[in-house]
């Protein structure tokens, strides 16, 4: 008999598999982290890729893009020594705005701003939660060649210098984070993050997929028309522990860590699988429905056809989105779900059950949560009360010999299929 522990949360999941099963660990690479993060990205900032802005003494005011609850970005190895250059700069603190990169999520309060800055930010900086749908805290800048129109937060972009701050690890559909994208879908409008996010359906729009995928090079443009002087990007191991920081132009500083972040994340798979066990990690990614969803995306690459998923993912704060949660309701079959995703067009939040559908229509997917089994099957995934009583019930349908994958951090995983067939 072999245990498991799959993150949920900030604990745990645990499962017992008999001998008579062989279990598959699909992981990110496991990379020490070196033993002082904070000069990792001094060193960063001191050696920046390409040709940025330095802080003169001619600049009044930065603003500083970071992400908001649902990242586990490390602000507080990022931040102090891009603050203390910036400092060293003679531009006051007051002038120096940390804008929380939502998108379309909620606005973070004041209040929870502990949950992503040391306090010694929070009361020294001015913090300012973006609101995408706050069109009279927006400048239009045209459109994109893909056209996309651009609208961004003003603060951030009438600002003498724009920086911006996050991870660089696999998206489920942008191909990577990291770069551009804090801003370009992190500080925008609703309209400018819905009319990107359309091209959701293009064959490149998926995991690990840059040069090639419209969304991702929609946002460089939309990062370039905003003019953002400097991105400091962080590269995390399985543990969440700062490895690598990398400072520069955009473009520079994606080209490098896209290479740094395959090496640690891109794992070769060999066959599909019958049942896989995933988690995005724990939290705070498994927040809420909406982010654990990504965990199907990756997932799902290695699951066969009429396979099992298992999400492992605590969604403390329930669904995520409001308009992802209305547009279930009434809905019972999957062909439901395509069907009036296309009619009523692409939006942001109802783009999430589309992407569930379209696993969910070729494979059985569990999740053990906080949420109610009446919520949870709204949303055509099928409730369990615990993990080992999803595998008991997942083998109950599946073949004799069932092959079997664990992927605990399957958002920082990338499933390399070598000779798959079925």
């Known amino acids: 008999m072999m245990q498991f522990k799959i993150p949920y949360g900030k604990v745990y999941q645990t499962i017992n598999i008999s001998a008579e099963y062989h279990a598959d660990i699909i992981e990110p690479e496991d990379t020490p982290a070196p033993p002082d993060p904070l000069n990792i990205v ?112 003003r603060q951030f972009y ?34 400018t993050i819905n009319t990107n996010h359309s091209m959701l359906d293009d064959p490149h729009a998926k995991i690990a997929e840059f040069e090639l995928n419209p969304m991702r090079q929609d946002v460089e443009e939309i990062g370039q028309k905003i003019g953002i002087h400097l991105v400091l990007n962080s590269i995390l191991n399985g543990n969440r522990e700062l490895i690598s920081a990398l400072a520069g132009q955009s473009a520079d500083v994606m080209k490098i860590g896209i290479e740094k972040s395959r090496n640690i994340c891109q794992n070769k798979v060999f066959h599909l699988y019958d049942l896989v066990i995933a988690s995005v990690g724990g939290y705070p990614k498994d927040i809420n429905l909406y982010q654990a969803q990504k965990a199907i995306s990756h997932a799902s690459l290695i699951t066969k056809n009429g396979g099992v998923l298992i999400l492992v993912a605590e969604c403390a704060e329930g669904i995520g989105s409001t308009s992802f949660e209305q547009f279930m309701t009434g809905i019972t079959k999957t062909e439901e779900v395509m069907l ?21 229509a070729r494979i059985h997917i569990y999740l053990i949560s906080k949420l109610s089994a009446d919520v949870t099957r709204k949303f055509l995934i099928q409730p369990s009360i615990d993990l080992q009583t999803a595998f008991s019930d997942a083998i109950d349908i599946l073949p004799n010999h069932p092959k079997i994958a664990i992927m605990p951090h399957a958002t920082n995983t990338i499933p390399y299929l070598v000779g798959v067939s079925g």
């Open 340 to 360: 009036k995703f296309r009619e009523t067009g692409f939006q942001i939040g109802p783009h999430k059950a589309f992407m569930i559908a379209k696993q969910a």
């Open 158 to 191: 009438q600002a003498d210098i724009r920086l911006a701050v996050g991870n660089i690890e696999p998206h489920h559909f942008m191909g990577f984070s990291g770069g551009a994208k804090s801003v370009s879908i992190g500080l925008t409008g609703r309209n």
């Open 42 to 153: 001094s060193e960063a900032l001191e050696k920046p890729f390409g040709t940025p802005q330095s802080f003169d003494k001619k600049a009044q005011s930065v603003a500083i893009a970071i992400n908001d609850k649902t990242r586990p970005v490390p602000h507080e190895y990022l931040l102090p020594p891009l603050l203390d250059k910036i400092a060293m700069a003679g531009i006051p603190n007051s002038n120096v705005f940390l804008l929380i990169a939502t998108g379309t999520h909620v606005p973070m309060k004041p209040d929870e701003f502990k949950l992503i800055l040391p306090p010694e930010i929070i009361q020294n900086y001015p913090v300012i939660s973006h609101n995408c749908d706050d069109i009279t805290n927006l400048v239009d800048l045209g459109s994109t060649s893909r056209q996309t129109p651009i609208a961004v937060n």
